[in-house]
Structure formats: structure tokens, C-alpha cells
């Protein structure tokens, strides 16, 4: 008899252990019901009850289960998923695009403009008759 309280002893602390990990794990719009710290101390004070509890009404269904497109969400459709990473984004490459093409005509209009204003300065240069200097005596 005593063997089988410790291995309930055993099997209560394990499960509250993965509850601990689940629940600390579980990302902000997983965690349902109650506040993430309440989850906490729930299964810290109460283990067996607790832990049962948060794997139950806790934490949202897991994605290998059956989830409609409602969700978990409280009745909104569910949001489009957004991409891995910014270059999977089509929104972002395209103001990417944009944004280096603004900036490609930009440096092109200030080359431009320096060009103009060189040959400009060369021009001059080449109207005006050349000056002499005077020499300092000594």
C-alpha cells in the first residue's frame, strides 16, 4: 500500500511539474480564463487539482486538435496568420520596393544636380579670362 502512495506522490508531482512548464510556456492568447499568475499559484498550492484544472480549462486547445476557425478567439473569426519572417511578408517587400525606389530617384536627382552644377563651375572657369596675381616683392 505504501508503494502505491508513492507512486501517486510520484505521478501528482510529475504532472504538476509539465503544468508548471505548460502554463509558463503558454503563449499570452493560450492562457484562458483566469490571469497566467493565478494559473500559477493554483497548481503550485493545489497540484493534483490545479494541474487537471489548467490542462482542462487552462490553456487552449493544442493545434493537433480539432480547432474551428472561431477558435478560441470569444467568437471572432480567426486573424490571418501572419508570415514567419518580414521577407515571407508580401506587404513588407512591397514597401521594401517602394522605399528603394523613392530613394533610388532621390540620389539620382542629387547626382544630377551636382553634375549640372560642376559643369557649370567649368564653364565659368573656362569664360573667365585667367587672373594674375601679384607677386609679392622682397
Known amino acids: 500500500m505504501a508503494r502505491l502512495y508513492i507512486l501517486l506522490f510520484l505521478v501528482q508531482i510529475v504532472l504538476a511539474v509539465c503544468a508548471l512548464i505548460s502554463c509558463l510556456s503558454a503563449e499570452d492568447d493560450d ?3 483566469l490571469p497566467r499568475i493565478a494559473w500559477v499559484l493554483i497548481i503550485l498550492f493545489f497540484p493534483l487539482v490545479g494541474s487537471i484544472a489548467w490542462f482542462l480549462a487552462g490553456r487552449a ?3 493537433g486538435g480539432i480547432r474551428s476557425q472561431w477558435g478560441s478567439s470569444g467568437g471572432r473569426p480567426a486573424e490571418r496568420p501572419r508570415p514567419a519572417a518580414p521577407d515571407d511578408d508580401p506587404e513588407f517587400l512591397r514597401s ?3 522605399r528603394s525606389r523613392q530613394e533610388d530617384q532621390e540620389l539620382f536627382r542629387r547626382w544630377e544636380e551636382d553634375l549640372r552644377r ?3 563651375d567649368l564653364r565659368r572657369r573656362d569664360s573667365d579670362p585667367p587672373r594674375e596675381e601679384p607677386r609679392p616683392e622682397v
Open 96 to 98: 521594401i520596393e517602394e
Open 118 to 120: 560642376r559643369e557649370d
Open 61 to 63: 486547445p493544442t493545434p
Open 31 to 33: 492562457v484562458r480564463h
